[in-house]
């Protein structure tokens, strides 16, 4: 039925916004056939791109009438299968909607439309002396109204916070196509009014469109010092962590690499002259006034040599800092090196568990017979274990996989959570309940039905047992064989 | 006292107690904590007092990690000393239960004056009105495993769900912490004198203005960092140290009525100029702001000026058939909510 109505919705998608912005042949969908989790594929059915919040009310009026799914869509760098639609949905791509809408400098917020990358946020507003916070790796591509959507995380939120400490209000497109406008620009809301903006973000476009985004704008530190410290053991870099934390220091970002990531990186273009035999590298960056930099980098400093560090390099000059940023930067890309396929997970420990985690980590490697690799923000306990593997080998992918499962139960019973930046998508689903019971999740899909009641907004992903089309079911059903067979095991 | 007016009362010993009691189908509930803010609530003189203040367990608190659980009954001092004595605060401003705190929102987050309540809540125990425990969240600093239901509580003043533990993160207690206190400012120069603060990289961790009854503002806060960014900072702005005199609230008037709101700084020249000299006005950085008219006139007017600057506001304390008049709500947002109400709590107890 859906087939046969899909020349008339075409038709009428293409008289709204004309047919350079309807894509629906199958090489032009290519380029929307996953997100940066690359494991699940699946083509949508079509994708529209609106350049306006009375656009996307009247394609989602539109696709309601047909009772077409869709799922909105940012730069597509998520990396849990957020935005990767089922071969009957249609994506609204928000990447045409990229103005900055309002900049106030006094109050210090901003009102921008979800298609604004991450870091030309920043670039519109540096020359006021401000700029936005949140800087998950993929800023200089990803969107705003992706960060909204998946309370995107990145190496400074140890001291900044996460996307959602720095929303402040939406305007939302629901998935009935009315509006609705979520807090304000300053933040709080009418005494017994639940925090909606909130709530919102990090719903992993399963609430609705966000059309207009409210963000905090922050003023530019005075200063930057940035260290790297390279160890002889992982354990002397997590040490090296806790002691800077117990210290009172509150770092801007605290990043660690382990031995197999500073050597891809060192091979790739991303080379940062890192030393390839340590352990481990860590990264610390320090921002504030001048004068207290000097004394919190001396404490750092002592931190460093407490716990044995081979090499110090402070960056005495932008250029320095960004050499020492690159390979911390580039370690994704320069994972390439390593096979043909990459499976970024994203599991948290409380940070005073991550050798724990580490050696757990490297023990299910081992069993698995898998290539892991480390890059984790430390000051959040924030792990990445990176599987590098052959896609192509069904063999591997289902060793990868379980590598993988293991690895988040791992996190979870040290007290942690199966994601902290990445979000649940689809890569997820089965997962879900290694952290919350069918009570936590009854109440978690009441709340999704007030905004989502029929399900066609971003279906079959965040939460398990929705109605996923076969091909978004497709992974989640193979970690589920294999969570079934653990417990069984 | 309850605040709601109601002759019944149930206190919970325990969290196991609350789920018991909510599913004996208890008619309305009224949650209370420390029973700080019960005044500002609508009144619900049928309803059965639901007292948390006997949850008042630091169940967790672990220093290395910057993370605790508590129940929400323990008092915000209390939960202070405990953290002071592991060189950790909770860092933001606001007193009465730690339940009371986050149910009331009462600072706001906004753009200026340190982390919001928001931000410190990492995740949730909780109790649904028809008595069914659910979590929400992690203990962890990241987590984004779910949808944040435990973020509701924040200002749902107890009307959604009860919550019982709340898992919060800390921060270093700073090396140093200065209070400050500028008084006798003329509107004008207070805004100013905030604007500046404004400016600095690190904004002081509290800040609000408080015009008071005779027309003059007073601007204090909190300024914490290394002594001698303190002192950079107290002596650039010609901030006098101060003892603490931090109010959640302003007083409510004998006779008259308290009005509740979000504002930016940028919005408050408009909103004096429509309450009449004499009002006690508060703003907290947090964008928050509250005011103690004496008149329902001066309330109406009030509304009328938040309405056409696109602020919003509601009588929170006063005569009763009055409480919750306020600037109009988006039909959305008053759509989503009432939704929220209807899904978590269908029967309407929680009042």
């Given at each position: 039925m859906l087939r046969r109505q899909m020349p008339a919705l075409e038709s009428a998608l293409v008289r709204l916004l004309g047919d350079r912005r309807v894509l629906t042949s199958p090489d032009a969908l290519l380029a929307w056939e996953c997100d940066g989790f690359t494991v699940h594929k699946s083509r949508p059915r079509a994708v529209v791109l609106p350049e306006s919040t009375a656009e996307v009310q009247a394609v989602v009026r539109m696709l309601g009438a047909a009772q077409v799914p869709f799922v909105p869509r940012g730069a597509g760098t998520c990396l849990s299968g957020g935005p990767t639609a089922g071969g009957n949905a249609v994506v609204i791509d928000l990447s045409r909607m990229r103005r900055v809408l309002q900049i106030e400098t006094a109050d210090l917020f901003a009102v921008v439309e979800p298609g604004v990358v991450n870091a030309d946020l920043t670039a519109a507003v540096k020359h006021l002396g401000l700029h936005y916070a949140p800087d998950p790796s993929s800023q200089t591509v990803c969107t705003i109204g992706g960060n909204f959507a998946e309370n995107s995380g990145g190496p400074h939120c140890f001291k900044y916070g996460m996307t959602q400490d720095h929303v402040l209000g939406a305007l939302v497109v629901l998935p009935d196509g009315s509006l609705a406008r979520l807090g304000s620009p300053a933040g709080s809301r009418l005494p017994g009014s639940p925090d909606l903006t909130a709530l919102f973000c990090g719903s992993e476009g399963t609430f609705g469109i966000a059309t207009e985004i409210t963000v905090r704008l922050c003023r530019d530190q005075e200063s930057v010092r940035t260290l790297l410290g390279s160890f002889a053991t992982m354990t002397a870099a997590c040490r090296t962590v806790s002691d800077v934390v117990a210290a009172g220091l509150v770092p801007a970002a605290l990043e660690i690499l382990d031995q197999a990531t500073i050597r891809a990186v060192e091979a790739s273009v991303y080379r940062a002259g890192y030393p390839a035999d340590a352990a481990a590298v860590l990264l610390v960056e320090l921002d504030g006034p001048v004068a207290v930099l000097a004394e919190e980098a001396a404490e750092v400093r002592a931190a460093f040599a407490r716990n044995g560090a081979l090499r110090v390099e402070e960056a005495t000059d932008p250029a320095e800092r960004k050499r020492l940023w690159k390979g911390r930067k580039g370690a994704f890309g320069a994972m390439g090196r390593l096979n043909t396929d990459l499976y970024v997970l994203d599991g948290v420990v409380p940070r005073t568990r991550l050798e724990e985690a580490l050696a757990g980590i490297a023990a299910i490697g081992s069993k698995h017979g898998v290539l892991l690799t480390n890059v984790f923000h430390a000051g959040d306990g924030n792990l990445h274990p990176n599987i590098s593997y052959d896609g192509r080998d069904a063999e591997a992918t289902a060793r990868t996989i379980a590598a993988g499962t293991e690895i988040l139960r791992l996190c979870v019973d040290l007290g942690g959570s199966i994601s902290g930046e990445h979000g649940i998508g689809t890569e997820k689903l089965d997962h879900v309940r290694l952290m919350y019971d069918d009570a936590d999740l009854a109440v978690m899909a009441k709340v999704r039905a007030v905004w989502n009641p029929d399900d066609r907004c971003n279906p079959g992903k965040a939460l398990p047992s929705r109605s996923a089309c076969a091909e978004s079911a497709k992974w989640p059903a193979m970690t589920a064989r294999i969570l079934r067979d653990e417990g069984s095991a | 006292m309850n605040g709601a007016g109601a002759a019944k009362s149930f206190v919970a010993d325990d969290v196991a107690a609350v789920a018991t009691f909510l599913r004996e189908r208890p008619g309305q509930v009224r949650v209370r904590s420390g029973g700080s803010r019960q005044g500002r609530l609508p009144t619900a003189t049928d309803a059965t007092v639901l007292d948390l203040s006997r949850l008042s367990t630091i169940v967790r608190l672990d220093a290395a990690d910057q993370t605790c659980t508590v129940e929400c009954g323990v008092p915000r001092a209390a939960l202070d000393d405990a953290l002071r004595a592991h060189?950790?605060?909770?860092p933001c401003p606001g007193g009465g239960t730690v339940g009371g705190l986050f149910a009331s929102d009462p600072i706001g987050a906004s753009t200026f004056g340190g982390p919001s309540p928001r931000s410190l809540l990492l995740g949730m125990d909780a109790v649904l009105a028809d008595g069914t425990p659910f979590k929400s969240g992690?203990?962890?600093?990241?987590s984004v495993a779910g949808?944040?239901?435990?973020?509701?509580?924040?200002?749902?003043e107890g009307r959604l769900f009860v919550a019982t533990r709340l898992h919060l993160r800390c921060k270093p207690l700073p090396r140093h912490v200065q209070w400050f206190c500028r008084t006798g400012l003329e509107p004008a120069a207070a805004i100013a004198c905030v604007r500046g603060l404004q400016q600095e990289p690190v904004p002081p961790a509290a800040v609000q203005v408080l015009r008071l009854g005779d027309g003059s503002c007073t601007v204090q806060g909190r300024i914490a960092g290394r002594l001698a960014y303190v002192a950079h900072v107290l002596r650039s702005h010609d901030l006098p140290p101060g003892e603490p005199s931090w109010c959640d609230h302003v007083q409510a008037p004998a006779v008259g009525e308290v009005v509740v709101g979000a504002a930016v700084l940028g919005a408050l020249p408009g909103l004096w100029r429509a309450t009449p000299t004499g009002t006690p006005f508060l703003w907290h950085g947090g964008g928050r702001f509250e005011v103690a008219a004496n008149a329902p006139a001066a309330s109406d007017a009030l509304l009328v000026a938040c309405r056409d600057a696109g602020v919003h506001a509601l009588v929170v304390h006063g005569d009763a058939a009055r409480r919750g008049r306020s600037t109009p709500l988006d039909d959305g947002h008053h759509r989503i909510q009432a939704g929220l109400r209807q899904a978590l709590d269908p029967h309407g107890i929680l009042v």
């Open positions: - | 060189g950790l605060e909770l992690a203990r962890v600093v990241k949808f944040d239901v435990h973020k509701l509580l924040v200002g749902s």
